[in-house]
């Protein structure tokens, strides 16, 4: 941590030395970043306005998903767009909340990223007043398809990934990114309207006593999820001989961060309610950005049978099994799964 003694270190000064460090921020991604935080902010100012800003409740539309989309989800979405396509950074923008691929406006220069977003996860928790948050993928463009980029230009396995990051819109605001150098987080420090470090090379531990689950599925789970959480119930007297604990926000993002924080198991596995479209959550821009962070940080993430990092997608709003957290847990649910 930072102590507030300390002089802090706004998230510019950390991406320039981050540059200077391992050469890999690209003044272009750098901006970019910048830019994406900068909008996130915007995001955490209507999310905390609540309903003194008019924004609560269903914007009477459907998204690509078929999922009713909040007022908010669509004002997330524009403030991401808005912010993101004069910039110059980007040859092309791809949102959950958007059926197809956005290429960048004419009249703006183009550049050699693609961004992928959820502009606001766990938007059923809009109007309960429970965190919810972004999420955030970035993707080098095939260098000859700046100009004129496509959908298939997105269909880049995770491994491919140049950052990833989310904010959660909580109690405080926080921005947890990588670029492939480790995982660190910054705290939106609201009275000067920036990010500041506030925790780096974050380590997730590999071993928990602690799931995240939607419980009420448990019906439709494949044998090796109900194995597994059968076994943590069991606690202490059972085959894993301690005690577990549950916990399941249903926002991702606050569930994931909890794992960054301390440790834990995420799963959204592949059950009988789902397996028709693949799974209950999007590869491109929910799975793959959380599972980089949590490699980043010493954790897994797999769909019970295969790396998530490795997957080659084969559409823009792909849907997958997603079971994340710490190592030991996330390779003991693999195996039950390996195990058939
Ligand atoms: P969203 O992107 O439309 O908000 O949906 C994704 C969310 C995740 O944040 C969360 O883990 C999951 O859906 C909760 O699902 P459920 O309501 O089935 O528990
Ligand atoms: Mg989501």
Same mark, same amino acid.
């Given at each position: ?46 999310? $905390? ?7 609560? *409740?269903?914007? *009477? ?10 007022? @908010?989800? !669509?004002? +997330? ?9 004069? $910039? ?10 958007? =059926? ?16 992928? %977003? ?13 965190? !919810? &948050? ?12 700046? @100009? ?9 396995? #995770? ?14 605001? !926080?921005?947890?990114?990588?670029? $492939?150098?480790?995982?660190?987080? %910054? ?5 000067? &309207? ?6 780096? /090379? ?35 007297? *059972?085959?894993?001989?301690? =005690? ?18 301390? #440790? *834990? ?25 959380? +599972? ?24 823009? /709003? ?7 957290? +710490? ?12 195990? $058939?």
């Amino acid at each position: 941590m930072t102590p507030s003694t300390q002089k802090p270190i706004f998230l510019t000064q950390f991406l320039i030395e981050e540059q200077r460090a391992i050469g890999e921020v690209k003044p272009d991604l750098r901006l970019l970043l910048e830019i994406v935080a900068r909008a996130c902010k915007r995001i955490s100012i209507a999310v $905390g306005k609540g309903a003194l800003g008019g924004v609560l *409740g269903d914007a *009477g539309s459907d998204n690509v998903q078929g999922e009713a989309q909040k007022k @908010l989800d !669509v004002l +997330s979405n524009d403030i991401l767009m808005e912010a993101n396509e004069w $910039g110059g950074h980007l040859a092309a923008l791809a949102s959950e909340e958007m =059926d197809e691929p956005v290429m960048i406006p004419s009249q703006y220069p183009k550049g050699g990223y693609l961004l992928l %977003f959820d502009p606001l996860d766990g938007s059923s928790n809009i109007d309960v007043n429970i965190s !919810v &948050g972004t999420i955030f993928s970035v993707l080098s463009c095939p260098p000859d398809h700046t @100009l004129t980029p496509c959908e298939d230009d997105f269909l880049q396995p #995770g491994v491919k990934q140049v950052a990833a990051g989310y904010t959660v819109y909580g109690p405080s605001t !926080v921005l947890v990114l990588t670029i $492939g150098n480790g995982v660190h987080q %910054f705290t939106l420090d609201r009275e000067l &309207g920036s990010f500041v470090l506030t925790q780096s /090379h974050i380590r997730i531990p590999e071993d928990t006593r602690e799931f995240a689950i939607n419980a009420s599925n448990s019906r439709y789970w494949e044998a090796p999820v109900k194995r597994y959480i059968d076994e943590c119930t069991a606690g202490k007297d *059972g085959p894993r001989g301690k =005690d577990f604990n549950m916990r399941w926000v249903a926002s991702m993002v606050a569930d994931v961060h909890r794992i960054i924080t301390r #440790g *834990g198991v995420f799963m959204y596995p592949m059950d009988e309610k789902s397996r028709e479209k693949g799974g209950k959550l999007r590869l491109m821009y929910e799975a793959n950005p959380m +599972s980089f962070i949590i490699e980043q940080a010493g954790g897994a993430a797999t769909t019970g049978r295969e790396r998530i990092l490795d997957i080659q997608p084969s559409k823009l /709003h792909q849907r997958v099994p997603v079971i994340l957290g +710490s190592k030991n847990e996330v390779e003991r649910v693999t195996a039950y799964h390996k195990e $058939g």
